[in-house]
Structures are given as structure tokens and as C-alpha cells.
């Protein structure tokens, strides 16, 4: 087997299908719509579990479309479904690698062929527009694809080890932990659901999946792929409900092994904090960013303008990698901003599901109200420069729309030049120079991306040896600091960005999920 991208979009623009890309997608949009309203079930060992307490998931884009309703479980949910992998633990261990890569792919080649509804479900549970909705369901597919590379590759990371003395026989064995917590975020509710637990899965672990309460429908879809692909019953399970209920449940639950989190800094520390109280157990986070962009005095300014309007802006700014600081050198800030400002200011918002429609809505009215405050913020304190209001005319009236905003002249040390917001604010800072920028850059707790725009080989080399950064681009047209593709830029943090220091889509990553055994045999 060789691995490759899925890359839907990018191959329809290179055999000129684009138009097929498009009827496909439109297609799916009324096709899914078909089931909305009905009512889901939490999913253990090989139950399907119903009840009365439910909660409603309506799009973010119009509330008025009641995409599902799903089970709020309980803590009892939470210890069932922990039992259940337990009890499916020593067997999906001792399964041979070679079969749990058949069913990974078998689970790839099901989201695929399934890829249109899926991206269609996408954009109405949390607002990604059809471009980015397809890529999601991509890169869900190729994590699967991926890892199961990765495991032939390395032979089920089973090696031979030399010898001390001639009758010895050792091998090193990377082998499971156990049961695995999987709980996943909003924004990518498909690839990141499915990095995680395919990653745990691979490996031979057991997995308990709690999705984001905002997105639960497309992460069944993914419970039901791997099921139909052939995972024993108890291997996956799949239970709805809140952070502060199921989630805390498992994170408190002495029989879960590992935990994988993906999601907010607090949250994931608070977490990390939990799960380690009483003795070492492995957890795997990504925990956001305050992504900084430098734009030089030699950068090409449209380069870095379409860069960084799509890294800021894409999917509203609710991504970890999303552009959040621009250090723009000041001999080169004015006619930077002002073809940023205009790219900005010719994006479409609306419904996601709509052709030309760039920036859908943010994902709740949490979303929304922390726009708001910190949008009125940005006016006090700053030159808001275009941007900074919610939009309420016609149709957006019904759904979380906001503006994409640019707030220049914020002192350094301000807030919205430190926490991770998760709307689409960005902040400009002119800067003299380029080690004035990089110490700037570097100049945050986080650490998870973060990009250069230059002419000048030196620095961009420089850039790559000193910033402090997980996963760093050069002149980068599709997103300043946003777009990682598995199995081409490994994604993951450092510093409060994450806990591992190995990538998501990288060939370490599903290290973190094993743990080494050493095997010695004499004759």
C-alpha cells in the first residue's frame, strides 16, 4: 500500500470538474436533510442506548433547522461505556496489526464514498463553508489511510534488538495502554474525531468517544463507518452529553488508560490536571494558539495579504491554527493593511451551504456574545479598521454571524494580543525589523503555529531555527498558518499548545498512543 492525499478540491481544479464538485456537493445538501429532526442514540459495546433526556442540535447558520436531537447521557453512561472497552480491551489487543489496518481502511473507504453527505452535514452543524466541509471529511480519510501506513510501515512496531550475549533474543514491542478517552472539538468534528480515535484504535487500544454537544451527528457517522468496517462491538463507543458531565466522567474514571483532548487551553489543563492527580497516565492535547504572522520589508504584500485573510479568517477564526497576529514591518504596514483590509472587506458571509459564500457563522451563542464583547473591546482600545459588528439583516438574523474584523494599534501586552479568541478578530502590530518580530512572535504562552512572509532566504531560515512553534510555514498563499495536510505538515504544539510534541498526521504520532516492551528470550 502507498498513502496519498484525498485532496478532493485541489483534484477537481486539476481535471476542470469543478462545476461536478459543485452539483455533487448541492446534491447532498437537500439529500441530508431528509433525516433531519430524528432522534440518536448513545452507542456501548453493542447497545443502542435511548431515553428521554435529550438535547437539540440546530445549526449554527439557522437555528431554525433542528439538525438532531441526541441523548444527554449520564455519568452511568460514561462508566458503561469505559466497562465495555475494558471487556473488548485484551482481545482488540491481541489482534494482529495487519487486521486492524484492513479495517481502518475499510472505515476510509466508507467516509469516502459517503464523502458529499458528510460535508453537506458539515456545513449545516457547524457552519464550514463546502470547501472547507469537504476538506474536513478529507482529512478524516486520510488519517485513516495514514496510520495504517504508518503501522505497516514499521511492521506493527515489533523490531529486533541486538544481543548482550550470544543466546539472547530480545525484541522491542510497542504495545497498547487500554481503554482511551477520545474527546473532540466543534471545529473539525470529523478529521480531529477521527485522527484521535483512529490513532488509539490502531494500536490496539479501546476507545470511549465524547464529541463537542455542538457537533454530535457527524462523529456517529464516523462511530458507524468503523463498526461497519468491522470493529468488534465494545471497541468503539460513542456517548453524547456534556463536558461537565460525560466528559468529567471519563476523566475520572480510574479504568481509562489515556486520555486524547483536543480543545480549549483551560479546559485541556484543567484536564491534564485530573487525569494525573493520583498516578502517570498518557495524555494526548492540543490546546489552541496565538498564532503570529511576520510580514518583512522584502515580502511579496499580496502573497502575505491573501495569506493572512485566509488564515484569519477561514472558518470564521475558530481553528487552532488560526492567524491571530500580524507583526507587519512598518516600512511596509500601510500598503500591507490596505490590501488586507481589501481582502477582507470582498468576503461573502451567509449560509455555508451557499456557492459563493466564504464565512459561515460562528458556532453559539457563546460564540456570538464573546464576538461582541470583545469586538467593543477592540473599538476602545484600538482602530478597529474594518469589521467588529454582528450581522443581523434577512436570513443572517436567524444564525451566529459576525463580522471578520482587523484592529490595529492595541498596546503589546493587551488581551487581544494574548488569549486565544476562537472569533474572527485579528490583531496588526508594526514592528522594526525582523528580530524585533521574531522575539514578538515568540512572545506567548503558546506555541502551535506561526508564520514568515520574506524574499530573504536568511531569514526564513532564521525564522525556522528560532520561533518557538510546532508547525511553521514560509509564504504561504492557502493560509498563513492554517491547512495542514496529513502526512505533509505534522500538527501539533508547544509550550500550553499541547502535551506530546509529536504531530497529528506526522510519523510519530501514534507513538503516543503505545508504550515500549521489552522482550527477552534465552536459548
Same mark, same amino acid.
Given at each position: 500500500?502507498?498513502?496519498?492525499?484525498?485532496?478532493?478540491? *485541489?483534484?477537481?481544479?486539476?481535471?476542470?470538474?469543478?462545476?461536478?464538485?459543485?452539483?455533487?456537493?448541492?446534491?447532498?445538501?437537500?439529500?441530508?436533510?431528509?433525516?433531519?429532526?430524528?432522534?440518536?442514540?448513545?452507542?456501548?459495546?453493542?447497545?443502542?442506548?435511548?431515553? !428521554?433526556?435529550?438535547?437539540?442540535?440546530?445549526?449554527?447558520?439557522?437555528?431554525?433547522?433542528?439538525?438532531?436531537?441526541?441523548?444527554?447521557?449520564?455519568?452511568? !453512561?460514561?462508566?458503561?461505556?469505559?466497562?465495555?472497552?475494558?471487556?473488548?480491551?485484551?482481545?482488540?489487543?491481541?489482534?494482529?496489526?495487519?487486521?486492524?489496518?484492513?479495517?481502518?481502511?475499510?472505515?476510509?473507504?466508507?467516509?469516502?464514498?459517503?464523502?458529499?453527505? *458528510?460535508?453537506?452535514?458539515?456545513?449545516?452543524?457547524?457552519?464550514?463553508?463546502?470547501?472547507?466541509?469537504?476538506?474536513?471529511?478529507?482529512?478524516?480519510?486520510?488519517?485513516?489511510?495514514?496510520?495504517?501506513?504508518?503501522?505497516?510501515?514499521? /511492521?506493527?512496531?515489533?523490531?529486533?534488538?541486538?544481543?548482550?550475549?550470544?543466546?539472547?533474543?530480545?525484541?522491542?514491542?510497542?504495545?497498547?495502554?487500554?481503554?482511551?478517552?477520545?474527546?473532540?472539538?466543534?471545529?473539525?468534528?470529523?478529521?480531529?474525531?477521527?485522527?484521535?480515535?483512529?490513532?488509539?484504535?490502531?494500536?490496539?487500544?479501546?476507545?470511549?468517544?465524547?464529541?463537542?454537544?455542538?457537533?454530535?451527528?457527524?462523529?456517529? &457517522?464516523?462511530?458507524?463507518?468503523?463498526?461497519?468496517?468491522?470493529?468488534?462491538?465494545?471497541?468503539?463507543?460513542?456517548?453524547?452529553?456534556?463536558?461537565?458531565?460525560?466528559?468529567?466522567?471519563?476523566?475520572?474514571?480510574?479504568?481509562?488508560?489515556?486520555?486524547?483532548?483536543?480543545?480549549?487551553?483551560?479546559?485541556?489543563?484543567?484536564?491534564?490536571?485530573?487525569?494525573?492527580?493520583?498516578?502517570?497516565?498518557?495524555?494526548?492535547?492540543?490546546?489552541?494558539?496565538?498564532?503570529?504572522?511576520?510580514?518583512?520589508?522584502?515580502?511579496? =504584500?499580496?502573497?502575505?495579504?491573501?495569506?493572512?485573510?485566509?488564515?484569519?479568517?477561514?472558518?470564521?477564526?475558530?481553528?487552532?491554527?488560526?492567524?491571530?497576529?500580524?507583526?507587519?514591518?512598518?516600512?511596509?504596514?500601510?500598503?500591507?493593511?490596505?490590501?488586507?483590509?481589501?481582502?477582507?472587506?470582498?468576503?461573502?458571509? /451567509?449560509?455555508?451551504?451557499?456557492?459563493?459564500?466564504? =464565512?459561515?457563522?460562528?458556532?453559539?451563542?457563546?460564540?456570538?456574545?464573546?464576538?461582541?464583547?470583545?469586538?467593543? *473591546?477592540?473599538?476602545?482600545?484600538?482602530?478597529? =479598521?474594518?469589521?467588529?459588528?454582528?450581522?443581523?439583516?434577512?436570513?443572517?438574523?436567524?444564525?451566529?454571524?459576525?463580522?471578520?474584523?482587523?484592529?490595529?494599534?492595541?498596546?503589546?501586552? &493587551?488581551?487581544?494580543?494574548?488569549?486565544? *479568541?476562537?472569533?474572527?478578530?485579528?490583531?496588526?502590530?508594526?514592528?522594526? /525589523?525582523?528580530?524585533?518580530?521574531?522575539?514578538?512572535?515568540?512572545?506567548?504562552?503558546?506555541?502551535?503555529?506561526?508564520?514568515?512572509?520574506?524574499?530573504?532566504?536568511?531569514?526564513? &531560515?532564521?525564522?525556522?531555527?528560532?520561533?518557538?512553534?510546532?508547525?511553521?510555514?514560509?509564504?504561504?498563499?492557502?493560509?498563513?498558518?492554517?491547512?495542514?495536510?496529513?502526512?505533509?505538515?505534522?500538527?501539533?504544539?508547544?509550550?500550553?499548545?499541547?502535551?506530546?510534541?509529536?504531530?497529528?498526521?506526522?510519523?510519530?504520532?501514534?507513538?503516543?498512543?503505545?508504550?515500549?516492551?521489552?522482550?527477552?528470550?534465552?536459548?
Amino acid at each position: 500500500m502507498e498513502f496519498s492525499n484525498e485532496r478532493t478540491w *485541489l483534484s477537481a481544479v486539476e481535471t476542470g470538474t469543478q462545476e461536478e464538485f459543485h452539483a455533487r456537493y448541492e446534491a447532498a445538501v437537500y439529500k441530508v436533510r431528509e433525516h433531519f429532526g430524528e432522534t440518536h442514540a448513545i452507542h456501548v459495546g453493542d447497545r443502542a442506548i435511548k431515553g !428521554h433526556g435529550t438535547f437539540d442540535n440546530r445549526s449554527p447558520s439557522d437555528l431554525r433547522i433542528l439538525v438532531g436531537r441526541f441523548l444527554a447521557g449520564t455519568r452511568d !453512561h460514561a462508566k458503561q461505556a469505559v466497562a465495555a472497552a475494558k471487556a473488548a480491551f485484551p482481545s482488540w489487543s491481541r489482534t494482529d496489526p495487519t487486521d486492524r489496518v484492513r479495517i481502518m481502511l475499510r472505515a476510509a473507504d466508507l467516509l469516502s464514498n459517503e464523502k458529499w453527505e *458528510l460535508a453537506a452535514l458539515l456545513s449545516f452543524e457547524n457552519g464550514k463553508n463546502r470547501f472547507e466541509a469537504v476538506a474536513d471529511v478529507d482529512e478524516a480519510i486520510d488519517f485513516l489511510r495514514y496510520y495504517a501506513q504508518l503501522v505497516v510501515n514499521h /511492521g506493527g512496531y515489533d523490531v529486533e534488538m541486538g544481543r548482550a550475549v550470544k543466546n539472547e533474543r530480545s525484541r522491542s514491542v510497542m504495545r497498547p495502554y487500554g481503554v482511551w478517552a477520545v474527546i473532540s472539538p466543534f471545529n473539525f468534528p470529523l478529521a480531529i474525531a477521527t485522527g484521535m480515535t483512529a490513532g488509539a484504535l490502531i494500536t490496539g487500544n479501546t476507545v470511549v468517544l465524547k464529541p463537542a454537544s455542538d457537533t454530535p451527528y457527524v462523529a456517529l &457517522h464516523l462511530y458507524e463507518a468503523l463498526r461497519e468496517a468491522g470493529l468488534p462491538p465494545g471497541v468503539l463507543n460513542y456517548v453524547t452529553g456534556s463536558g461537565g458531565v460525560v466528559g468529567a466522567s471519563l476523566i475520572g474514571n480510574d479504568d481509562v488508560a489515556g486520555l486524547a483532548f483536543t480543545g480549549s487551553r483551560d479546559v485541556g489543563l484543567a484536564a491534564f490536571r485530573a487525569f494525573t492527580a493520583t498516578r502517570p497516565r498518557p495524555i494526548v492535547t492540543e490546546m489552541g494558539g496565538k498564532n503570529a504572522v511576520i510580514v518583512t520589508d522584502n515580502a511579496d =504584500l499580496e502573497l502575505a495579504a491573501e495569506g493572512v485573510m485566509r488564515g484569519a479568517f477561514g472558518y470564521g477564526g475558530q481553528k487552532c491554527s488560526a492567524t491571530a497576529r500580524v507583526l507587519v514591518d512598518k516600512a511596509v504596514q500601510v500598503p500591507f493593511t490596505d490590501a488586507l483590509v481589501d481582502k477582507t472587506d470582498q468576503l461573502v458571509l /451567509g449560509p455555508p451551504w451557499d456557492r459563493e459564500v466564504f =464565512l459561515g457563522p460562528v458556532i453559539n451563542e457563546a460564540a456570538y456574545e464573546k464576538f461582541r464583547r470583545f469586538a467593543a *473591546l477592540a473599538k476602545r482600545s484600538g482602530k478597529v =479598521l474594518t469589521g467588529g459588528n454582528v450581522r443581523t439583516e434577512g436570513i443572517l438574523r436567524h444564525g451566529y454571524y459576525v463580522e471578520p474584523t482587523i484592529v490595529d494599534r492595541l498596546p503589546k501586552d &493587551h488581551r487581544i494580543q494574548r488569549e486565544e *479568541l476562537f472569533v474572527p478578530i485579528l490583531s496588526l502590530l508594526s514592528v522594526r /525589523g525582523f528580530d524585533e518580530a521574531l522575539r514578538l512572535a515568540n512572545d506567548s504562552e503558546y506555541g502551535l503555529c506561526a508564520g514568515i512572509y520574506t524574499a530573504d532566504e536568511w531569514e526564513m &531560515h532564521e525564522f525556522f531555527d528560532r520561533v518557538e512553534a510546532g508547525v511553521c510555514y514560509a509564504n504561504r498563499r492557502q493560509g498563513a498558518t492554517t491547512g495542514a495536510i496529513v502526512g505533509a505538515q505534522p500538527f501539533g504544539g508547544w509550550k500550553l499548545s499541547g502535551t506530546t510534541g509529536r504531530g497529528a498526521g506526522g510519523p510519530y504520532y501514534l507513538e503516543s498512543f503505545m508504550r515500549e516492551q521489552a522482550r527477552t528470550h534465552y536459548v
